[in-house]
């Protein structure tokens, strides 16, 4: 069990993923799947995606948290998007400029 889902189930906050297409486990990768290779920094993506299912469940406190990824297709190429949605108190507009920079945090938003 993962410590978000731990976190959720104590919180008695729904956790719940959801990969439409895309293989998720090893075995049946190229079994018909949709498993797109991705060039990106490994561990970056896992901080990113892990600090956001934290902040979720941290800012949560009663509702559900629902992690998510697709595969779009464009005119250049597929991309995989990953969303994070979310029934906590959301954050303000003044701070989403603070977002996705080095170093940057939020204060509570209450």
């Known amino acids: 069990m993962s410590i978000q889902r731990k976190q959720a189930d104590d919180n008695g906050i729904e956790f719940t993923s959801e990969f439409p297409g895309i293989a998720q486990t090893p075995e049946i990768v190229g079994q018909g799947e949709h498993s797109p290779m991705i ?60 977002l996705f920079k080095l170093f940057g945090f939020l204060e509570d938003s209450e």
């Open 39 to 98: 060039c990106a920094d490994e561990q970056r993506i896992i901080q990113i995606i892990l600090n956001l299912q934290q902040n979720a469940l941290k800012f949560t406190e009663e509702g559900s948290v629902t992690v998510s990824a697709q595969i779009l297709s464009e005119e250049d190429g597929e991309f995989l998007q990953v969303s994070i949605a979310d029934t906590g108190v959301g954050i303000r507009d003044e701070d989403k400029g603070k």
